[in-house]
């Protein structure tokens, strides 16, 4: 239709024809802006690369580029399913952990994204939940980060998304010892800091080294502190090097001398003493070309102080006295555990909220240990029992203990033992690894152990081998605890090693290393001498730990005078005193103390029978299979320790009667099922069935202590032993007992403790 036939005044087609005029010119300048600048949608196209340190290619603090610009991820809410999808945008196929707290140093701008909930299956980190972009209450010290599997996504090509980090690093470090005799000693305590730099190790200019960055370095190397290093010795050497470098003379010799001269890679290094590591510090580095590094100066010396466990060089084998108020609990590895510490002569545990890593450092340096490595939360290490004595602790990183740093007094409401706090802490290089090797295993947890004597390898006795001897040989390789102590040993003998080399094995199950465990020395005795006949073990990243319930014991005491003529199963299977054979069957009675078990896994594994079904003991009087014929040690004891009266209960049923809410029972007894007790779950031994009590009937009336003892002959592998007894103040007058102050074992300090054994009466209260 034209313009005539629709406009009746010219006035209306001249504007029309200008604006088709100005359409005409501005419509070729918007197509062609279209190939420089993206739409919004390309525009805002998500990146994602990993930064921060120390850490390896696959791991980091998780960084999003949006709208222009780089910015990090909250640790709120924060999952194993949020890293799975976040490690395929990097172009990695699955994530094995991720990070919180900052591990990887703190980020700058924008925190993009907050309380990220993802189901793991999702293409792209926005199909998952979150406060949406930008919307978040965070500050960088909670900054996510994730750690990747090392396998690449098939045709991924985006090389660009991982952040191609600088040159300009610090990553493995050492400190190299220039007096030959330092080197065999271990721990190396003092020398020269050098950082690796391409196939070779550089030097630190020392021009403006302070004790704070000093202090670091000890920490990196599990060291608690630093001390002043003789510099006027380094600088003899310096000088003495330098005389020698001039009387060198021909082209062989100057090349040999130029090898020996100082690389300086960095210098300017400005700690502030709480940093975990040295890349975390403000550093300089010097160009590669620079031809005239650390003028006047000379390489950055650091001597460290050894904690106690370390430099007495007995690896535990001695028995200090701790007064300490912290310790760790439920570790594989010396410097690993849940933190618990002592208040009112009681121990208890910390909440994780706002923990980091600069707290967990408090912690470690404390204990004699280097800064920390990690600080885990969520009961990673084993939920404690007791009370949480500490809430939202905030150290600034120069306290000398975790008592003087800021934290808040815990509600049962703010805090449950699943968010019990952790840590790993730096510990000194001592090369246990050296002396002991398993070998011929199908997996490089299992096998025969092989033990170096002098230079000569050779098996161990397996005779009196037991749980404690393949604990100490696990930690010594750093494989976690012993799963089994094997001592028929049919594995492929790939080594040719054959010769005994020792025998008479016995540790406490505490010892750094087999070698301080007491055994024949250079005198074998050994009654099967042969490869078959050689110690073994089998070991795992996770352990059951067993516990029992004090207050139960306490609430459920009672006395029964039980006719004779209802005690014949018992009697045949060992539950009552060695005077009941005398008494004159079926008349009379016997007087027993029954209470009831509540028995609770609060470890990182399920605790199972060491024999499997095949091998359990079917008891025809009772009608049930012991899958343990001693799992329960009972006693009554003296103050002075003597024992007056003695139980036992084998485990005829061994399953999960109830379990923390969110965990599925696994293990029940009905029609031969399998046995055990899973992790967060708890097996209950009713006061009212046979053998669930001690046989007082020769007792006198006086004040006892009374204990139990779970798993006493450690024939299960658990993470902590010294929480399997239970001790109760017990007063008896007789006719009616009473038990006070039932705790476990661990649970009171060294003083309150022994208050408890100097019971001088039943209102005698542990404070």
């Known amino acids: 239709m034209g313009c005539k036939s629709v406009m009746k005044t010219g006035f209306l087609c001249r504007q029309w024809g200008v604006l088709v005029v100005l359409l005409s010119l501005w419509l070729p300048q918007s197509f062609s802006q279209q190939t420089t600048s993206p739409p919004p949608q390309q525009k805002n ?6 930064a921060g340190y120390p850490r390896k290619h696959n791991e980091g603090r998780i960084e999003v580029f949006y709208n222009e610009e780089w910015g990090t991820i909250c640790d709120d809410d924060f999952s194993t399913e949020n890293a799975h999808v976040l490690c395929r945008h990097l172009g990695f196929i699955s994530a094995t952990g991720w990070t919180h707290s ?94 690796k730099y391409k196939d070779s190790w550089a030097q630190i200019c020392d021009d403006g080294w302070t004790p704070k960055n000093s202090h670091v370095i000890c920490g990196m190397f599990g060291f608690p502190q630093e001390r002043k290093a003789n510099k006027n010795f380094y600088k003899r050497i310096k000088k003495r090097a330098a005389k020698a470098k001039a009387k060198i003379i021909g082209s062989v010799n100057r090349l040999f001398a130029e090898r020996q001269q100082n690389i300086y890679r960095l210098h300017s290094v400005a700690c502030t003493g709480n940093e975990v590591h040295l890349a975390v510090c403000p550093l300089q580095f010097y160009e590669a070309n620079a031809t005239r590094a650390c003028e006047g100066g000379m390489p950055a010396v650091v001597s460290c102080v050894p904690g106690p466990q370390f430099s007495l060089g007995n690896g535990q084998k001695k028995k200090t ?168 040993t049919w594995y492929w003998d790939g080594s040719n090693v054959t010769e005994m080399v020792m025998s008479g094995v016995k540790c406490t199950g505490n010892e750094m290393s087999l070698s301080y465990c007491q055994h024949h020395g250079s005198n074998i005795n050994c009654k099967k001498t042969g490869t078959r006949f050689a110690a073994g073990v089998i070991c795992s990243e996770t352990a059951s730990d067993l516990i029992l319930n004090a207050p139960l014991v306490q609430q459920t005491v009672y006395i029964e005078d039980r006719p004779l003529h209802m005690l014949y199963c018992a009697a045949e299977e060992n539950c009552l005193s060695s005077s009941a054979a005398k008494a004159n069957w079926p008349y009379g009675h016997r007087r027993l103390l029954r209470f009831s078990s509540q028995i609770h896994n609060i470890g990182r594994a399920d605790f199972r029978p060491k024999a499997g079904r095949h091998s359990w003991l079917w008891h025809e009087c009772h009608g049930h299979y012991h899958s343990m014929d001693i799992f329960t040690h009972y006693d009554i004891l003296t103050l002075n320790g003597s024992k007056v009266a003695e139980g036992h209960k084998a485990s005829f ?5 109830e379990c923390q809410e969110g965990i599925a029972k696994r293990y029940e007894c009905a029609n031969f099922g399998e046995q055990g007790i899973t992790v967060g779950c708890w097996d209950l031994y009713r006061h009212d069935i046979d053998c669930q009590w001690i046989d007082i009937t020769d007792i006198k009336p006086g004040n006892y202590i009374f204990q139990v003892v779970i798993n006493p002959n450690f024939e299960v592998a658990e993470s902590d032993f010294t929480n399997n007894a239970m001790k109760c103040n017990c007063k008896y007058d007789g006719h009616r007992i009473w038990f006070h102050n039932c705790h476990i074992g661990d649970a009171f300090s060294e003083e309150a403790e022994k208050r408890f054994e100097q019971y001088p009466g039943q209102n005698n209260k542990i404070s």
């Open 321 to 488: 006295k701790s007064t300490f108020r912290v310790r760790l609990k439920g570790g594989a590895k010396i410097g690993e555990g849940r933190v618990e510490v002592l208040k009112d002569n009681e121990w208890g545990t910390v909440c994780d909220d706002r923990w980091n890593l600069l707290s967990a450092s408090v912690v470690c340096r404390e204990l004699g240990f280097g800064s920390a490595k990690e600080a885990l939360t969520g009961a990673r290490m084993g939920q404690g029992m007791g009370p949480v004595h500490m809430n939202e602790v905030q150290c600034s990183g120069q306290e000398k203990s975790i008592w003087n740093c800021p934290y808040k007094n815990v509600t049962s409401e703010d805090c449950q033992h699943v968010e019990d706090a952790s840590v790993k802490c730096n510990t000194p290089y001592m090369g246990y690894k050296n002396s002991v090797r398993i070998v011929g295993g199908r997996t490089t947890y299992e096998g025969r152990v092989e033990f170096k004597k002098g230079s000569k390898w050779g098996i161990i006795c397996s005779e009196g081998w037991t749980t404690k001897e393949a604990m100490v040989v696990c930690r010594q390789l750093g494989l976690g605890y012993s799963l089994h102590a094997i001592t028929e």
């Open 102 to 195: 900052a591990k990887y140093g703190k980020g700058t701008g924008k925190i993009w994204l907050d309380n990220v909930q993802c189901r793991g299956s999702e293409k792209s980190i926005t199909d998952c939940k979150s406060q949406g972009w930008g919307n978040s209450d965070c500050t960088h010290d909670e900054d996510a980060g994730v750690v990747c599997k090392d396998e690449r996504l098939p045709g991924f090509v985006e090389s660009n998304v991982i952040e191609q980090v600088e040159e300009n690093r610090v990553e493995e470090m050492r400190l190299r010892p220039v007096v030959s005799s330092a080197k065999k000693r271990m721990p190396i305590t003092e020398g020269i800091v050098e950082v």
């Open 653 to 657: 049923c061994l399953e999960d009667v």
């Open 45 to 50: 196209k998500l990146k994602f690369r990993l």
